[in-house]
């Protein structure tokens, strides 16, 4: 195996992102220095690469970056449902201070779902084709909570009413659906148990651009009514400034900008944000050309040295090249691992 | 049920196709098909039988399609003609005799090596590495080298003739005659096992192989890695999950085998005497009964589509997909 | 059932499962053909490299020497009788005799030239009848797949064996019947498999490129599509060889072959008349069998490691054994959680 190149980023204390750390807005989970690397005949493939976050009761953190960039892989290293050649070789995830990775199997059983369960990107496949929606949602209720079918079914008609579906549908087979109700049908079954905290991977990748506003909103509304955390995940960069608190961007299995959603969409510092500001058309806002990020995401074996941005970074210098960027805070509550800006004071 | 009535169709294509080739079988003997029998049997023929034989082809000085037209109204109104070597009984009469045997043997091995197959590979995948996954597979390929009748004759040497275990020949001990009595069902159940553990023995590496291939795939579907992050018991996940899905193609392929299977117990039922359709068949071809031999191989072949239209309705029941749009 | 790759709109590096693994070209089946020669001794070489291949490289070797030096090896007419009916094996008859005192040694030997003649040519009528018609479906599809694909698909159903008994009990009795009824029976498995496989390659930029600049149908179908396929078709070809030859066994032991001529199928076929097993003599049971079985095998493991090499799945999973068994670390074979492997340092 080849040595592995100078450290990049190098732990960020958790107390440094995360100012209010006591009473009711101790952080629901909080992810440090995570390392995961798929293991492959080349040498190992350093997918996320000393990430660190926390999120607060109630709080929706944006997660964005170009595909490959190591997004899925922390929200499926948070329920720990990789499989080798995925190992986590490093960092802590706690949950309400219970530290995820020491967790047993049943421990683990236990904690998905009830306390973080998640949407996957695409409902066609994350749902069993040969099993009814309604049955996949019963069985998720019944694997955590004793109570006889008839309750659990119940519940099913109560979820479909939440998000819109006709709970006479809970007999339907996921390929008798339409695209945007598979969807809903997964975000039912993730609020089957009530928890805490969900992950949205790409929610509405999938979907039309009318039915993704329509889910959004379905989110959103959700969101303020049951009052969970969410951990939003996309490469859809306009999205997330409308819908989260907080935004971190990622590139290369890094966080090389982190800040609140107003202050990224307002201010971006880093180049490659600003790229991924400008690949898509806002929402809202005046139009701007859109001019896209030039060049590929790295090959994550031989990540280049220095920043990892640089081989596509228009503003490069040949510091860069050599000296890797921490992520510290140039102005109150922005982050960025970039040698463009100087510190704070 | 349109899928239903597709399969239908295609059953309705392939015993057609078996129909014709089977009355194009005695023309395709080299010179006059009436004097290369002949022949073939030394005068040895009875000139009613020489007429049987006639009849049953169809063989006369019309023109060739309306031979054919004249054989396919006969064979639909179940008259496949007289067996020579039981002459002058009908070949329907002869055949029902030996297919209630190889529907026995045929389905039991069938079923029991489908089931134990499929299951081994669910097991096997389940413990990735263990001992039951990383022997099996070699084994039963090793295993499935050897000629089927080999390894069949070398059982019923050492376990039935030198061991003494099991009955050497026929379904039955001849010393019963056919009943519903416990005796009797003893007697069928015991001259079973071998000629059946035999063609499972050897059907189970390629069922294994294919479940494990199907699972080791399904297993990196998304809807497995969602099962997990629900929280749900690995057992769960295994047999409602990826080995319900998996389960699919290898049905298909269970289909598929039928006609290699069903085809094959010949050569067990030869082995062990077993007195079925293959059995027969060969007795048939030794006795140069051409009507009862072609009888026969049309009887075998409608047995394996009505077992594939079985293995339909079970797809129907398990697919959602298939049964609905 | 082409759900997965339509509805994702960005191809996904790092899936949950892990598929990182770089795909090489040929598996891709995008690369352009090289030059035939090299392709061809450069595949050879390939199979070679692997274990299981080279191991029943030899094995089939062997059999082709004892078959071509069979005059050699057991001199004389084998169907002479030259001891006394059904001795065991000793140093002058190292098979010991048949129940006719022929040399079970010198028959077996010389049995091996006329089964695996037979295995090889009907092997090769097959793999030849499977490209044609396979290919040639899959590449037109419409009306002229409807009725080929029906072709196939009538002959996979009709049972193989009772078929083959009907035929030769019905034609001229000799080795070219024979070859012909395997033929015959043997084709729609392997044409089946390439038909689908060309199905996909159909849709290939290569094909496309092809099909603009105006090649003919022909040249595009055998000389372009072909040697992408070439496994698949090898893979066929070995698979139909080891069914002529136990299919031949078969048939011969049932009595339905050229008893006058000497293979492995009539050796049993005799042992089985003669009583052999019966009256204790297994020796001239037992070689023949060995023969066909080791054969078989050999053609198995080639096919295993045929697949292991083009089959992009199995050779990832291989690879990625490889570098987990070549590190120190201990990972759980199947885990039910994604492993933590704590890095020092």
């Known amino acids: 195996m080849p040595a592995p190149p100078p450290s990049s980023a190098g732990p960020v204390s958790v107390a440094l992102l995360d100012h209010r750390r006591d009473g009711a807005d101790a952080p629901l989970l909080e992810v440090h220095d995570l390392h995961v690397e798929y293991l492959s005949p080349r040498g190992p493939v350093r997918a996320v690469d000393g990430v660190s976050f926390t999120i607060r009761p109630g709080e929706v953190l944006g997660l964005a970056g170009e595909s490959g960039s190591g997004k899925s892989t922390i929200a499926h290293a948070i329920l720990r449902t990789l499989h080798p050649p995925a190992v986590i070789t490093g960092g802590e995830v706690r949950f309400r201070g219970q530290d995820l990775l020491a967790m047993s199997d049943e421990e683990l059983e236990q904690f998905r779902w009830r306390d973080v369960s998640m949407v996957f990107q695409s409902a066609m496949n994350a749902l069993n084709p040969v099993m009814t929606v309604g049955d996949q949602i019963i069985d998720t209720i019944l694997a955590h909570q004793e109570m006889p079918r008839q309750r659990a079914r119940a519940r099913a008609v109560e979820l479909f009413e939440i998000v819109g579906i006709d709970p006479g549908r809970l007999n339907a087979y996921p390929f008798q659906l339409s695209g945007g109700m598979r969807q809903r049908a997964v975000i039912a079954i993730a609020l089957a148990l009530d928890p805490p905290m969900m992950i949205m991977d790409e929610p509405t990748t999938a979907l039309d651009v009318v039915v993704q506003r329509d889910i959004m909103q379905q989110i959103e509304d959700l969101k303020t009514r049951l009052g969970f955390s969410i951990l939003f995940i996309t490469h859809d960069l306009s999205l997330l400034v409308e819908f989260s608190d907080r935004i971190a961007i990622m590139y290369a299995g890094e966080i090389v900008e982190f800040a609140p959603a107003r202050e990224i969409f307002d201010n971006p510092l880093h180049p490659y944000t600003r790229g991924l500001m400008s690949s898509f058309p806002a929402l809202t806002g005046e139009k701007v050309r859109l001019t896209g990020i030039p060049g590929a995401p790295p090959d994550m074996v031989a990540p280049p040295t220095g920043c990892r941005f640089h081989p596509r970074c228009s503003q490069v210098k040949p510091m860069h090249r050599q000296v890797v960027p921490r992520l510290r805070e140039v102005t109150p509550g922005h982050f960025v691992a970039c040698h463009l800006y100087p510190e704070m004071g | ?325 | 059932m082409a759900q997965t790759a339509d509805e994702r709109p960005i191809p996904i590096q790092t899936t949950p499962a892990g598929q990182v693994v770089p795909l090489a070209p040929d598996a891709t089946g995008g690369a352009m053909p090289a030059t035939r020669r090299s392709a061809v001794f450069g595949g050879v070489r390939r199979l070679l490299a692997n274990r299981k291949a080279a191991f029943g490289a030899a094995i089939l070797l062997m059999f082709a020497l004892v078959g071509i030096f069979a005059p050699v090896i057991a001199p004389g007419d084998p169907s002479d009788f030259v001891a006394r009916p059904h001795q065991a094996p000793s140093a002058e008859y190292w098979f010991g005799t048949t129940g006719q005192g022929q040399d079970v040694f010198a028959q077996t030997v010389w049995g091996t030239r006329v089964s695996l003649t037979i295995g090889v040519l009907v092997g090769i009528a097959v793999a030849i009848i499977g490209v044609v018609v396979g290919m040639t479906a899959g590449y037109f599809g419409g009306r002229v797949d409807d009725v080929l694909s029906l072709v196939m698909n009538v002959f996979l159903i009709v049972p193989a064996l009772p078929l083959l008994v009907t035929l030769a009990a019905f034609l001229p009795p000799g080795m070219l019947t024979i070859a012909f009824v395997l033929a015959f029976t043997g084709w729609p498995w392997g044409a089946r498999v390439l038909r689908s496989q060309m199905l996909a390659m159909r849709e290939k930029d290569f094909v496309s490129a092809a099909q603009i600049s105006g090649e003919s149908k022909v040249r595009i179908i055998f000389a372009e599509v072909l040697p992408n396929m070439t496994s698949l078709a090898v893979s066929g070809a070995f698979g139909a060889t080891v069914y002529a030859i136990g299919a031949q066994a078969g048939l011969e032991f049932l009595g339905l072959g050229d008893i006058s001529t000497i293979s492995w199928g009539t050796i049993l076929y005799w042992a089985g008349n003669n009583a052999g097993l019966l009256t204790g003599a297994w020796w001239t049971f037992v070689p023949a069998g060995l023969c066909i079985a080791l054969v078989a095998f050999a053609f198995a493991l080639l096919n295993y490691a045929l697949d292991e090499i083009t089959n992009p799945r199995l050779r990832a999973q291989r690879e990625i054994n490889n570098v987990l068994g070549r590190s120190k670390e201990k990972l759980p074979k199947r885990a039910r959680a994604t492993p933590v492997v704590r890095r020092a340092g």
């Open chain 2, 1 to 325: 049920m349109r899928y239903i009535l597709r399969r239908l169709g295609f059953y309705a294509v392939a015993a057609w196709a078996s129909l014709t080739l089977n009355f194009f079988l005695p023309r395709m003997m080299p010179g006059d098909p009436e004097s290369v029998i002949f022949a073939r049997f030394r005068g040895q023929l009875r000139p009613e039988e020489v007429e049987a034989l006639r009849e049953a082809y169809g063989l006369s000085d019309d023109p060739i399609f309306l031979q054919y037209f004249t054989y396919l109204t006969h064979v639909l109104r179940g008259d496949f003609g007289l067996s020579i070597s039981a002459f002058p009984a009908p070949v329907t009469d002869v055949i029902a005799t030996g297919l209630r045997w190889t529907l026995l043997l045929g389905g039991v091995s069938l079923v029991l090596g489908f089931v134990v197959g499929n299951a081994l590979g669910v097991l096997g995948t389940w413990r990735r590495g263990s001992l039951l996954d990383s022997t099996l597979p070699p084994l039963l390929i090793f295993i499935g080298s050897f000629p089927y009748f080999w390894l069949a004759t070398l059982a019923l040497y050492l376990l039935s003739f030198e061991l003494g275990w099991f009955p050497l020949r026929h379904a039955y001990s001849d010393r019963l005659s056919p009943s519903y009595s416990l005796d009797f069902v003893q007697s069928v159940l015991i001259h079973l096992i071998l000629p059946a553990g035999t063609v499972v023995l050897v059907s189970i590496g390629g069922w294994l192989l294919g479940m494990r291939n199907t699972m080791i795939a399904t297993l990196a579907e998304d809807y497995i890695t969602f099962a997990e992050a629900k929280g749900l018991s690995q057992r769960r996940i295994m047999f409602s999950y990826a080995a319900r899905n998996a389960l699919l193609p290898n049905i298909t392929a269970f289909g598929m085998a039928l006609g290699f299977v069903l085809g094959g117990a010949l050569l067990t039922e030869v082995v062990f005497s077993y007195p079925g359709l293959g059995y027969q068949l060969l007795t048939a071809v030794r006795n140069l009964d051409y009507p009862l031999m072609q009888g026969l191989f049309l009887m075998i072949t409608f047995a394996v589509l009505g077992a594939n239209l079985i293995v339909d309705l079970l797809y129907v029941r398990l697919d959602p997909r298939v049964r609905g749009s």
